[in-house]
């Protein structure tokens, strides 16, 4: 009963180089999202996808591209790090036949040095 | 501006020590509102959906109502297993759309 599931779960990076943090679901959802949360400032929407081979800018997408080339799966990546960036990311999904309910991921915490 | 407020953003209870959490919206076009469970170092865990104003929903310790501008969350009788992050999310008729609250921090003493 996997859900959501984020890797890497922690990960130090230098002030520009470049990482992925990869997002699998199985239940089958056609919306994935990819939240930051920092203290003080709730979640914000980075960015989504309606669907495979679809993505969309969310509140807070510069800095961060995205990919979604098998529907099970949500790319989050960071081109060029930057000390701002240091933040707890989730990923989520959810479907119209599940009552729209967003299900999360356990976080992956990314420190910027 | 489409905005979820929620207060206060911090609550000490004593065990068995009952009170409310408030979840505010502006939002218009209401899709549904939800309340989320979060632990530290983990994600939000769904705990409700509320969909219409004078709909509740119980778990356990928990119950969730609705009004047309806010919800509450009320907390009977609290354990401390019940200490966590409690945050509120609003979904919008435009599917993609969720706005979340920053969360009231909850803290129940033994």
């Known amino acids: 009963n996997a859900g959501v599931t984020q890797t890497p779960k922690f990960r130090v990076l230098k002030t520009g180089q470049s990482m992925t943090l990869l997002c699998a679901q199985d239940m089958n959802h056609e919306y994935m999202y990819w939240y930051r949360q920092d203290p003080g400032m709730g979640l914000r929407l980075i960015h989504y996808?309606?669907?495979?081979?679809?993505?969309a800018k969310g509140e807070v997408p510069d800095g961060y591209n995205v990919s979604r080339l098998k529907k099970q799966n949500f790319l989050l990546g960071l081109e060029s790090a930057a000390p701002s960036q240091t933040s707890v990311y989730f990923c989520?999904?959810?479907?119209?036949?599940?009552?729209?309910?967003?299900?999360f991921g356990e976080g992956s915490w990314l420190t910027v040095v | 501006e489409d905005q979820v407020t929620q207060s206060p953003e911090a609550l000490r209870l004593q065990e068995g020590e009952s009170s409310s959490l408030n979840c505010s919206y502006t939002v218009s076009g209401l899709r549904g509102l939800f309340w989320y469970r979060q632990d530290p170092g983990k994600g939000p865990e769904f705990l409700f959906t509320?969909?219409?104003a004078g709909e509740e929903k119980e778990k356990e310790r928990l119950k969730a109502t609705l009004t047309k501008k806010e919800s509450f969350l009320h907390i009977t009788a609290p354990k401390p297993e019940d200490s966590a992050t409690y945050l509120c999310a609003v979904q919008k008729y435009n599917f993609n759309k969720f706005y979340f609250g920053s969360g009231t921090k909850l803290n129940v003493k033994p």
């Open positions: 509320l969909y219409s």
């Open positions: 989520a999904s959810s479907s119209r036949t599940a009552g729209n309910t967003i299900y």
């Open positions: 996808s309606v669907g495979e081979g679809t993505t």
